[in-house]
Each structure stands twice: as structure tokens, then as C-alpha cells.
């Protein structure tokens, strides 16, 4: 494992959103949804695209509050310009498990 310094963790830049919309993206090659994720007044609304099919159904996914990097660079995915990386735990035969507060919080508040 690469160390890194505090600096170095505080250039990512990572937000609470809640999910508006989650749609299967059927051009995935891996089943995927795109989200429409609201990340309040400082980041607006932003598009992701993710691999979290297996543990999430799309209804399930909307009015949920989710953690991503805002300032990755926008990638485009199977169609779809992805502009923040939602994050999860990746296990090997349970697939992605959102990371999410275990309380509200306010749109676009910030994690560190």
C-alpha cells in the first residue's frame, strides 16, 4: 500500500448527494444504472454512471443520500458522461455496497 500525506487527501473532493433518478444504462457491457444525483446548491446535479445492480434496484436507489469525488475528471461510460465517481465498498462475491451517512445530512455536504 502507497502512503500518502494529509495534503494529498484533501485535494479529493468528496460530497453527500441524494439520487433523483436511477435508470439501467443499456449500453453498459457490466449491468449498470446511470444516476441523476443532487449534490445541492455548491455542485448542482450531477451524472453517474454505476455498477450497482446486484445489490440495488432503481426505485431503491432514488431519495438515497450517497458519498462521491466531485473533482475526478468526467469520463464518458458506455454513453453516459459520468461526472462523479459514487463510491462503495468493492467485495469480491457481494459486488458494491454504497457508502452512505447513517444520518441526513444537507446535500453537498462535504466529507474529510
Excluded at 64 to 69: D, P, S, Y
Aim: hydrophobic share 45%.
Amino acid at each position: 500500500m502507497t502512503q500518502i500525506e494529509y495534503p494529498d487527501f484533501e485535494k479529493v473532493v468528496m460530497a453527500v448527494g441524494t439520487v433523483l433518478s436511477a435508470e439501467t444504462n443499456p449500453k453498459a457491457r457490466k449491468p449498470a444504472y446511470v444516476l441523476s444525483i443532487d449534490f445541492g446548491a455548491q455542485y448542482g446535479i450531477r451524472t453517474s454512471s454505476a455498477q450497482l445492480t446486484q445489490n440495488y434496484t432503481a426505485d431503491a436507489l432514488v431519495g438515497m443520500q450517497v458519498v462521491a469525488v466531485m473533482n475526478f475528471p468526467v469520463r464518458r461510460i458506455a454513453g453516459v458522461e459520468s461526472q462523479v465517481l459514487v463510491l462503495g465498498a468493492m467485495h469480491d462475491t457481494q459486488g458494491v455496497v454504497l457508502l452512505t451517512p447513517t444520518l441526513r445530512v444537507e446535500d453537498g455536504t462535504r466529507i474529510g
